[in-house]
């Protein structure tokens, strides 16, 4: 008999597919457990799936007394309480770099997307606007790439595989990170320098309270009315109202944005501005990408039930 | 007295200004010379600045006798009948190399949108369906980048750098070309070859007559369902109406295009679909590669006046 499994977030039924050939899913669709199942069936529940950014606090992990293993689905897992884990005896494991290339392939996406006023542009041509030759403030030549200052602030796996495609733009790339890495890129000593360094800003760091509005008013400023910031990291580790101010007063350029303070809310005074990128974060969200994260979360799962410590555990979890 | 220049084709005043610090402008904005102008006026021209996709024909010539110099703004120079020049003792120049970072980087940026479908996300966002959980069949999964074939027909400066960007993506990178070239890239030995291994077909070829129509329907169903199209070249290297086609039976995934058949014209069977994304020709658009195409037209013209071979003749004019 398969092992049960409960599926705390919402998530979309393909993607627990595989997974669900390989246990038994409760699934209780981003509802609180106890809401959806029996005291009696929550009893016997070992392991759940979850994903990262979802609040799992300590009151559900005691609606569920025999956990003992909460697998993030992804690379994230800033909404599980690592501390309540610990104390009761419950291992977390994630998806580390299963979704490296497909985040910063879109990231990629976005700076370039911003940058070059590709939905502007594509409006331009829908409209009829380029056929009726009627002029377009943001269709006026911007700065290219060749020689451009790209900062990325965090060098874990993103940061890398992000850092490593913009270079092959002929770009100057500078990151900032808690250390330095071996990378062939400028190493900025503090986020406000690396803001006032460069004109793209790409966030690629781990969110936590230490990160928690991070790139704040002031780091916008120095960013300066040239420079965009591209987030696909939390929406957490951007101050949104700094950035909606920031936009409002053109103090910076623009945005490219797949995630957001308040998912799946993007608020109308954000949506509002053409020069702005928005995705539903989908960042990791290729079928090569998902595919990968599955077996992250089939690998940890099944070390757990054969009693293995999880392949793919939270480090200080 | 500074020398006179005719302006052939209709250019935003903005891209002229350093060239009319140092030449007599006179501009035709797109209409046939001897209609803006008197025969007198004309009989003193020698030299005129054109974009090379402009039809540039031996009757317009033959309205400006003293002309000996073709000065095309771009890499271009598909428009001008380059046999008709020849005869006419009238040298032909543009600016090489100038623009292909910028419109390397706006190949890329089509193909990174139209694969990763960019435009239908940030509809959904904006639309409030996001935030509605709506179901939205464009946003599913998708194939991402690392592993994808990745077919650039054509290999001059411009294919050569759209190939060493998107190789950082961690894709394959082949191409077709009429010779081989001395790059780190799959050669594949035609244009059908080429179409029939990638997945997504770069279209990265000078236009001429004979790339006309090269990528006709039977290309386009060697790309197959999963493959996309994006085009930077010309409108006319692409058989529009059997791309629409295509799109249409969806025998191919989608398109990313900056050209188009029939300029400033993007017909309403191509701005219908969800999975093209279309700009108004915007490729070498950036402030740097104005400038620099902007050198090569100054550059041409000072030899030319001085009596000296242009700089940047075209080759075989």
Not at 80 to 92: C, M, N, Q
Not at 269 to 283: E, Q, R, W
Request: contains cysteine; glycine residues 10%; proline residues 7%.
């Amino acid at each position: 008999m398969p092992f049960e499994v409960l599926i705390y977030s919402r998530f979309p039924k393909a993607m627990m597919a595989r997974i669900g050939q390989r246990f038994d899913l409760m699934d209780a669709a981003g509802k609180p457990p106890a809401e959806v199942f029996t005291a009696e069936q929550l009893s016997g529940v070992r392991a759940m799936i979850t994903a990262g950014g979802t609040p799992l606090r300590a009151e559900v992990m005691d609606t569920l007394p025999a956990l003992r293993a909460i697998v993030c689905y992804g690379t994230g897992y800033d909404g599980v309480d690592l501390d309540a884990a610990a104390k009761r005896g419950i291992a977390v494991g994630h998806s580390p770099a299963a979704n490296a290339a497909a985040v910063a392939d879109l990231a990629v996406t976005l700076m370039l997307a911003a940058t070059r006023h590709l939905l502007p542009a594509d409006e331009y041509v829908r409209s009829g606007n380029w056929a009726a030759a009627k002029p377009s403030p943001l269709l006026r030549p911007q700065p290219g790439n060749p020689g451009r200052r790209v900062g990325v602030y965090g060098m874990g796996e993103i940061g890398r595989k992000i850092a490593s495609r913009v270079a092959a733009f002929e770009t100057e790339v500078g990151y900032f990170s808690r250390s330095r890495h071996d990378v062939p890129y400028q190493y900025l000593p503090s986020l406000e320098a690396l803001a006032e360094w460069c004109s793209v800003l790409m966030i690629a760091v781990r969110a936590g309270a230490d990160t928690h509005h991070a790139v704040n008013a002031g780091i916008l400023r120095k960013l300066g009315k040239d420079g965009y910031v591209v987030n696909i990291s939390r929406g957490s580790v951007i101050d949104q109202a700094a950035l909606v101010t920031a936009l409002t007063e053109s103090t910076i350029a623009g945005a490219g944005l797949d995630v957001f303070e308040n998912e799946p809310h993007a608020p109308d005074t954000l949506t509002a501005f053409p020069n702005v990128v928005l995705t539903p974060h989908i960042g990791g969200h290729t079928t090569e990408s998902h595919t990968a994260m599955q077996d992250c979360v089939i690998a940890n799962l099944e070390a757990f039930f054969a009693g293995k410590p999880l392949p793919y555990e939270v480090r200080g979890a």
